[in-house]
């Protein structure tokens, strides 16, 4: 696993390697031999700026909130209700599927996220 602890000198160095030799058009081998690096450190590095990439653009987790389950009958047996803000109830069918679901909640917090 990469290193995570974050030195944004070296890592501003080795993005600029990594794009010269991207642009040289060499061999990881001959690139390190013509720049006096260590291939070791090559590829440590090339994996590192590869895996803060991913986490850098990584949507952020949903944040969830808690649920209060009562017994006031809005809901049918093979319905789910959440109350939302302002006194909205959102009715959804108890069949949604999973992915659906986790969508609505990503699209609802992010509509939240933005009010």
Request: hydrophobic letters at 40%; charged letters at 30%; glycine letters at 6%.
């Amino acid at each position: 696993m990469a290193n995570t602890q974050r030195d944004s000198g070296r890592e501003g160095y080795w993005r600029t390697v990594l794009a010269r030799w991207a642009k040289s058009g060499l061999s990881i081998r001959a690139f390190c031999r013509e720049e006096k690096l260590r291939e070791p450190s090559f590829y440590s590095w090339r994996r590192t700026v590869a895996e803060r990439d991913v986490q850098r653009h990584a949507p952020p987790a949903p944040a969830f909130l808690p649920v209060v389950l009562s017994d006031r009958g809005v809901a049918s047996p093979a319905e789910i209700a959440i109350d939302l803000r302002g006194g909205r109830t959102l009715r959804l069918s108890e069949s949604i599927a999973v992915d659906r679901l986790a969508a609505l909640i990503l699209a609802l917090e992010s509509a939240e996220a933005q009010s």
